[in-house]
């Protein structure tokens, strides 16, 4: 199995900033990219930022410029720095990793979901 566990949500007030944590652990054996995702009330989840195995980084537009994610790929982690947050960034975010797990001694390519955290940002 393979888990994924976020920390760092919060209430905050617009402007402020908040650091997502997501650690990856279990029977994953290599990660390509790692990533986040949220979920608004009543929207669909959308992606907020990746981050691939070899260093490149993609950001919904929305988020560009306020946001940064960087990983620490030895130790599994990737984190997504949150400045400038307005009420609009109110959603539940999501750690996702894609990459390789073992079972029963064979390799599988899987998706892999945390199970999110809530940032809600007043105005």
């Known amino acids: 199995q393979v888990q994924l566990v976020e920390s760092g949500g919060g209430l905050v007030q617009a402007g402020g900033s908040l650091r997502l944590s997501c650690a990856a652990s279990?029977?994953?054996?290599?990660?390509?990219?790692m990533g986040w995702h949220r979920q608004a009330p009543g929207k669909q989840r959308e992606l907020v930022a990746v981050?691939?195995?070899?260093?490149?980084?993609n950001y919904a537009d929305s988020v560009k410029g306020r946001f940064t994610i960087f990983r620490d790929n030895a130790k599994k982690l990737v984190y997504l720095q949150m400045n400038s947050l307005k009420p609009e960034d109110t959603a539940v975010y999501y750690c996702?990793?894609?990459?390789?797990?073992?079972?029963?001694?064979?390799?599988?390519?899987?998706?892999?979901w945390g199970q999110g955290t809530q940032v809600s940002v007043s105005s």
């Open positions: 279990g029977s994953i054996s290599s990660i390509n990219s």
């Open positions: 981050a691939t195995s070899g260093g490149s980084t």
């Open positions: 996702n990793a894609e990459g390789v797990h073992s079972s029963y001694g064979y390799l599988y390519r899987g998706t892999y």
